[in-house]
């Protein structure tokens, strides 16, 4: 089998590969809207996604602490994401739209969050990136921060590409 060499650092997408993405991501998982997950940078090495908090994702009611359910899904989602712009920087090759078929049976196989301090602000950054893109497995690596910077969570996951 042939491997394809890895993306240079400033390889950048095409508008509608971002565009597609986006949309399968935001509109078409319906539980990404359910938490307000949103995409807010879309690169080969590096993708980031915005939470707002709301009253709905209240985990803990006396210190309206976010739900430690909702930093896991959307550090799953967000690696998710990142294994999908991995796949879509190694073809580039092929038409974007084509690129946008690829990701049908990507499949989350395992996935750690490690929570090192309540969640609580008022929006929230994630971050995630992908260690190691095999041919049947991706290797992830996500952090979840709150409005000042300060590092809430971290994970780590592997996602099946069959």
Same mark, same amino acid.
Request: hydrophobic share 45%.
């Given at each position: 089998?042939?491997?394809?060499?890895?993306?240079?650092?400033?390889?950048?997408?095409?508008?509608?590969?971002?565009?597609?993405?986006?949309?399968?991501?935001?509109?078409?998982?319906?539980?990404?809207?359910?938490?307000?997950?949103?995409?807010? +940078?879309?690169?080969?090495?590096?993708?980031?996604?915005?939470?707002?908090?709301?009253?709905?994702?209240?985990?803990?009611?006396?210190?309206?602490?976010?739900?430690?359910?909702?930093? +896991?899904?959307?550090?799953?989602?967000?690696?998710?994401?990142?294994?999908?712009?991995?796949?879509?920087?190694?073809?580039?090759?092929?038409?974007?739209?084509?690129?946008?078929?690829?990701?049908?049976?990507?499949?989350?196989?395992?996935?750690?969050?490690?929570?090192?301090?309540?969640?609580?602000?008022?929006?929230?950054?994630?971050?995630?990136?992908?260690?190691?893109?095999?041919?049947?497995?991706? +290797?992830?690596?996500?952090?979840?921060?709150?409005?000042?910077?300060?590092?809430?969570?971290?994970?780590?996951?592997?996602?099946?590409?069959?």
């Amino acid at each position: 089998m042939i491997k394809k060499a890895a993306p240079p650092p400033d390889l950048e997408f095409e508008p509608e590969f971002v565009t597609g993405l986006k949309k399968i991501f935001e509109e078409m998982i319906i539980f990404n809207q359910v938490i307000g997950l949103k995409v807010t +940078s879309l690169k080969p090495s590096m993708v980031r996604g915005r939470i707002d908090m709301k009253r709905e994702l209240i985990g803990h009611f006396a210190f309206n602490r976010l739900h430690g359910g909702v930093i +896991s899904a959307g550090l799953d989602a967000m690696a998710g994401l990142a294994v999908m712009a991995a796949i879509g920087a190694r073809h580039m090759d092929e038409a974007p739209m084509q690129r946008l078929h690829r990701f049908a049976k990507l499949g989350t196989i395992d996935l750690r969050v490690d929570y090192l301090r309540p969640a609580i602000s008022e929006h929230f950054e994630l971050r995630a990136e992908v260690l190691r893109l095999g041919s049947r497995v991706a +290797s992830t690596r996500m952090e979840f921060l709150g409005a000042n910077g300060e590092l809430l969570s971290t994970g780590t996951a592997a996602y099946i590409l069959s």
